[in-house]
């Protein structure tokens, strides 16, 4: 049998034409979210170190086995943390479509883990979000939802949509959408805090440790960061004291 001889040479391989030209705007499109984001990026940065300074803590420590319970939010927890960096690099380089997935992911990771501590979780069933300690976020996973899933016709066009002049139309290079990126980035940062709480709270099942005062900072800041973003939102019955203290925190 003739075996399959491989395509031939050109002098631009088409395969690595797209991919260059798509990193090449993807990089111009993480620049251009650096200038708009502001402190939303100091926001996902000390979120972030909370995460891994708290794991770094548990690194080489002995500790007896733990319960199937403790095992499973160990183990989502890991599951988190590992997809942290690629979920940052899908919104901050505008693959929102993939973005969106990756967050979903994340808000059905904190529900499982929430489901474990409250032995609720169900093997091969997936995390429901819409009760416990994420129910809050029960419309945002229905946003996420439409901007992840291929049914929504109206919102995947709009997502790769470009527009130049009389031209306009699908494109495969990303496009930059500045209040999606926001919307997702904010969200991002505050799924990471919330694994924060969920780690700190093992932390005290199994060494009776919490935040250090230093994780306590970087915690504080990020959350009031995303207060004064408008990412969160304050209560009704919050005080205008209380708002104008947000207003002006800074690290």
């Excluded at 989502?76 to 993939?98: D, H, N, P, W």
Aim: with cysteine.
């Amino acid at each position: 049998m003739r075996e399959r001889m491989p395509p031939e040479q050109r002098k631009v391989d088409p395969a690595s034409e797209l991919m260059g030209t798509q990193m090449e705007h993807r990089q111009r499109i993480r620049e251009q979210w650096k200038k708009d984001a502001g402190d939303l990026i100091d926001a996902h940065m000390f979120a972030t170190s909370v995460v891994a300074n708290m794991t770094s803590r548990i690194s080489g420590r002995r500790f007896e086995r733990q319960s199937k319970e403790i095992e499973g939010r160990l183990t989502l927890t890991a599951q988190f943390i590992q997809g942290i960096e690629i979920c940052e690099v899908a919104i901050s380089e505008a693959l929102y479509s993939q973005a969106a997935a990756l967050l979903k992911q994340e808000l059905e990771t904190l529900a499982a883990i929430d489901e474990f501590e409250k032995d609720r979780r169900k093997n091969g069933k997936t995390p429901n979000v819409g009760t416990g300690a994420m129910r809050a976020f029960g419309p945002i996973y229905g946003d996420l939802n439409n901007i992840a899933h291929p049914s929504r016709d109206d919102i995947a066009r709009n997502v790769v949509l470009f527009e130049k002049g009389e031209i306009c139309g699908p494109s495969a290079i990303p496009q930059y959408n500045q209040e999606l990126a926001r919307f997702l980035y904010g969200n991002h940062v505050y799924f990471i805090i919330s694994l924060a709480v969920q780690i700190e709270r093992i932390f005290r099942e199994i060494f009776d440790e919490g935040f250090s005062k230093e994780e306590e900072q970087w915690l504080l800041s990020a959350t009031m960061i995303l207060l004064r973003e408008k990412v969160v939102k304050l209560p009704p019955e919050a005080t205008e004291d209380l708002a104008h203290f947000i207003e002006n925190f800074r690290p």
